[in-house]
């Protein structure tokens, strides 16, 4: 069955601290991978999404995120983070071709000024 | 892109009443989508409203409980009906563009629902 894992539900971080959110997702065949972002009171937007080429896409913001076929893998990363990026971060997948997208449970991030 | 918006932005209900939600794009769109997240979990996809046909539901839920309407390319609406507090949640609608092949949704800002 289709299925994205997100390793982590809430993470508090101090300002210019690294972050990376791990995802995780099982498919057959091949898949467009997304995160999404809420800011406190937004609506869902995108963050960045990996469709093919580069394993390395960079989104808004400064994140980026590094598909790793060989461990079912498409973690979210930023250098350093600031206050502004607290948000619930949701990783998603959809089959090349389909049309249900299916999302992780989400990682509330709490930046800490 | 796609501007969305939603009606009513958030209501409290009494148990046993219906509730329609409003959702309308600032574009024609083909694919429109009803999610719902409940406190503390992720999305769920409730269905996909499709203009001019029924909507096509998600394992667990009916069209006797979520009636959804798309009369044409930019509006829908998605019934709660015979509420129950279990139907707290936030309701939200999506959209994706299949011309522009890029996979993207983008949501509206979602409705907060409370059932009493």
């Known amino acids: 069955a289709q299925s994205v894992s997100q390793h982590n539900h809430h993470v508090i971080l101090s300002e210019a601290a690294s972050l990376e959110l791990g995802c995780n997702y099982s498919?057959?065949?091949?898949?467009?991978l997304f995160w999404y972002v809420q800011y406190p009171g937004q609506h869902l937007q995108l963050l960045l999404k990996?469709?093919?080429?580069?394993?390395l896409v960079k989104g808004i913001k400064g994140f980026e995120a590094e598909f790793i076929k060989s461990k079912f893998s498409f973690n979210l990363r930023k250098p350093s983070v600031q206050w502004s990026d607290t948000a619930e971060y949701f990783c998603?997948?959809?089959?090349?071709?389909?049309?249900?997208?299916?999302f992780g449970a989400g990682t509330r991030l709490f930046v800490k000024a | 892109s796609a501007v969305i918006s939603q009606k009513p932005s958030r209501d409290i209900c009494q148990r046993g009443t219906s509730l329609t939600i409003q959702c309308q794009v600032d574009s024609q769109v083909t694919m429109m989508f009803w999610y719902r997240q409940q406190p503390g979990q992720s999305l769920t996809l409730i269905a996909t409203?499709?203009?001019?046909?029924?909507?096509?539901?998600e394992s667990g839920f009916v069209i006797d409980k979520f009636p959804i309407s798309r009369p044409n390319l930019t509006f829908s609406t998605l019934t709660v009906s015979n509420m129950s507090p279990e139907d707290s949640s936030i309701y939200l609608c999506?959209?994706?563009?299949?011309?522009?092949?890029?996979?993207?949704?983008?949501f509206g800002p979602g409705t907060r629902l409370t059932v009493l």
């Open positions: 498919y057959g065949g091949t898949v467009n």
């Open positions: 999506s959209v994706e563009d299949a011309l522009e092949r890029t996979d993207t949704q983008y």
């Open positions: 409203a499709n203009q001019g046909s029924e909507a096509t539901y």
């Open positions: 998603a997948g959809k089959r090349t071709g389909g049309f249900k997208t299916i």
């Open positions: 990996y469709f093919s080429g580069d394993p």
